[in-house]
């Protein structure tokens, strides 16, 4: 298995953590950003689109990390990672496609505007705008995790994954953020969690 893709991108994250939680064995080759690569021939041939991540198990090679997380789950997931129902299933999807189509677009305004801007040049008006956005929109996460430990249910599982790679700089940022206590007690269970350690939590670039 290759994995394709740049530690600190949180597309790539959401792959890494995965894989690790399953216990797979796998190559990550270094692509995107300052390493390049996403222009190369062989590359498009795999992913013409040019994004990280890319994953090649066997002879299958995928792209979106969304399509990547819900293949590795039903792969390799076993029971572990299996849902009861179709409706339990929809539930998961529900928050990974969600994270992608809401948070994404507000974290990544975050992430450019605080840590890849340099410190004399931040916009902290449109920063604390958009954290009171994000903050309305992660409270109906939170309302979810009132019921339940996971947002896949009552463990971990895929529909957590997605999340949890933006939830890390929702909290390790100084930002004005909303009292949220299911979310941030959620928060803690997965900074418990040694694959999320070692493929989320690391320095915000």
């Known amino acids: 298995m290759k994995i394709w893709g740049r530690t600190n991108s949180t597309n790539v994250k959401k792959v890494l953590w995965m894989a690790e939680e399953l216990g797979l064995t796998y190559e990550r080759i270094d692509a ?7 222009d190369d021939p062989a590359f498009r041939a795999m992913n013409p689109n040019g994004l990280v991540p890319v994953l090649q198990d066997g002879d299958v090679t995928l792209w979106e990390s969304n399509t990547i997380v819900r293949y590795l789950a039903d792969a390799h997931g076993g029971e572990r990672f299996g849902f009861a129902s179709v409706a ?5 999807d529900k928050w990974m496609d969600w994270t992608s189509g809401t948070v994404a677009v507000l974290m990544v305004q975050i992430i450019v505007g605080y840590v890849r801007t340099a410190p004399e040049k931040r916009d902290m008006e449109k920063i604390k705008a958009v954290t009171e956005t994000l903050g309305q929109k992660l409270a109906l996460a939170n309302a979810a995790l009132e019921d339940q430990p996971f947002l896949s249910g009552a463990n971990l599982g895929m529909g957590d ?15 004005e953020r909303p009292d949220l206590p299911a979310l941030a007690a959620w928060y803690e269970r997965l900074k418990q969690r040694p694959a999320y350690q070692t493929t989320v939590m690391i320095p915000l670039t």
């Open 88 to 92: 339990a299933r929809a539930g998961a």
């Open 161 to 175: 994954i997605p999340l949890g790679c933006f939830i890390y700089p929702w909290f390790e940022l100084p930002l």
């Open 32 to 38: 995107g950003g300052a390493f390049g690569v996403v």
